[in-house]
């Protein structure tokens, strides 16, 4: 059973350049969030995909926008890419909206380097 | 003031201590408690889930959360090299805002033999 699979693992960005981070998620899951981590900071939430549509968002900047595809995968679009958004961006996968939606599976991350 | 504060750390403890990790919260609405575990470069991993006040156990570890004083625990006993990791507590308000969780900084553990 695959997990939660993300691309690319690494990531090398000048500022004000543009960069896409793509997510599938875990098998049977229908739901995809981002979170962005920094280094030595737990993750924070981005936003939340279901049904194709942003259910979600939080504290992040118009900059930072989404996209899910009919086949539950997702995409993280950073558009004019500033040096504070080198991190750690994390795709999580979860089932619906049931109780069971806090469990979130986590990939293992794209780590994105703004020089 | 962050709405979890988690102690950073780091700790370091000998092989089969019992660990003791801890968040305190200020948001009320949280019902949904989590304990991840992150090893270095990899995402977090969900280790104990929790709804509400109470204590779950699964084999080593155990997860306590007293909502009434807006604070939870994670009990390693007999802790393991292979334990060492950075542990996140995770939690959510549930309803609406199904899947948005609020992380705590980590605690950077190390488990030496």
């Known amino acids: 059973d695959a997990g939660v699979t993300q691309s690319p693992t690494h990531l090398i960005k000048t500022r004000g350049q543009q960069v896409t981070l793509r997510c599938s998620p875990k098998?049977?899951?229908?739901?995809v969030s981002w979170y962005q981590q920094a280094l030595g900071q737990g993750p924070q939430f981005i936003f939340q995909?279901?049904?194709?549509?942003?259910?979600q968002r939080g504290n992040f900047p118009d900059r930072f926008s989404g996209h899910q595809f009919p086949n539950y995968s997702s995409e993280l679009n950073v558009n004019a890419l500033l040096l504070g958004d080198s991190a750690l961006y994390l795709c999580?996968?979860?089932?619906?909206?049931?109780?069971?939606?806090?469990?979130?599976?986590f990939g293992s991350g794209t780590q994105l380097s703004v020089l | 003031q962050k709405e979890v504060e988690q102690d950073p750390g780091p700790l370091s403890v000998p092989e089969g201590a019992i660990v003791s990790l801890n968040c305190t919260y200020s948001n009320s609405a949280f019902q949904y408690f989590m304990w991840y575990r992150q090893y270095s470069r990899k995402g977090p991993e969900l280790l104990m889930y929790?709804?509400?006040?109470g204590n779950k156990e699964d084999g080593r570890f155990t997860a306590q959360v007293d909502k009434s004083s807006k604070y939870i625990s994670l009990f390693i006993r007999d802790s393991q090299p292979s334990d060492s990791a950075t542990y996140l507590c995770?939690?959510?308000?549930?309803?609406?805002?199904?899947?948005?969780?609020?992380f705590g900084q980590g605690t950077i553990l190390t488990v030496h033999p």
């Open positions: 999580a996968s979860s089932l619906g909206f049931t109780g069971s939606n806090e469990k979130l599976f």
């Open positions: 995909y279901y049904e194709e549509e942003e259910r």
């Open positions: 995770a939690m959510s308000a549930g309803g609406t805002s199904y899947g948005k969780l609020t």
């Open positions: 098998s049977g899951h229908d739901t």
């Open positions: 929790t709804y509400s006040s």
